[in-house]
């Protein structure tokens, strides 16, 4: 898995390490979810159909919409 650099702003860390902006959570997260999903091989279409979901179910998640 490929690790996204992101400036961080150590007042806006908590004390795990994660960022305390749940946009900003969600945005990692979502760039997580598509980097693992392309270095596995899997299509977002293929993924939707092996967990029984939509396409565009998966895309939000990715596109944090």
């Known amino acids: ?7 961080v702003d150590h007042q806006a860390v908590g004390a795990t390490g ?3 902006s749940p946009s900003l ?8 979810l598509r980097h693992s999903r ?3 091989g899997y299509t977002a279409a293929k993924v939707a159909k092996e967990l029984g979901w ?3 179910k998966i895309t ?3 596109t944090t919409e």
């Open 54 to 56: 939509s396409h565009p």
């Open 18 to 20: 994660e960022p305390r």
């Open 38 to 40: 392309q270095a596995a």
């Open 1 to 7: 898995m490929q690790t996204v650099a992101v400036p």
């Open 25 to 32: 959570r969600l945005r990692r997260r979502s760039t997580e």
């Open 60 to 62: 939000k998640m990715e």
